[in-house]
């Protein structure tokens, strides 16, 4: 396992453990990076976004107005919309 794998599961636990604190103080206590930069809260990011393109091309909403949504190049969301009729 990597390293930065490991700070992401640590980070995780440590974020469930004190639910009290909140983000900043977290960071600050066991100076991480913040929680935005994690490989778990981009991955999260990118799934959400999946999901949010996948509704809204199946609304007929147009890639320009999907990308200004999810704030993605016109270019990703055409490149997703394609893997996603394959």
């Keep these: 396992m990597a390293r930065n794998e490991i700070i992401d599961i640590i980070s995780t636990i440590v974020v469930y453990k004190f639910v009290n604190l909140s983000q900043a103080e977290i960071e600050t206590m066991l100076n991480l990076t913040p929680l935005y930069e994690t490989r778990i809260y981009k991955d999260l990011q990118r799934e959400t976004n999946l ?33 996603q009729q394959s």
């Design 51 to 83: 999901k949010v393109i996948r509704n809204l091309l199946s609304k007929g909403q147009s890639f320009e107005y999907i990308a200004e949504i999810v704030e993605m190049s016109v270019e990703e969301v055409r490149q997703i919309a394609q893997e």
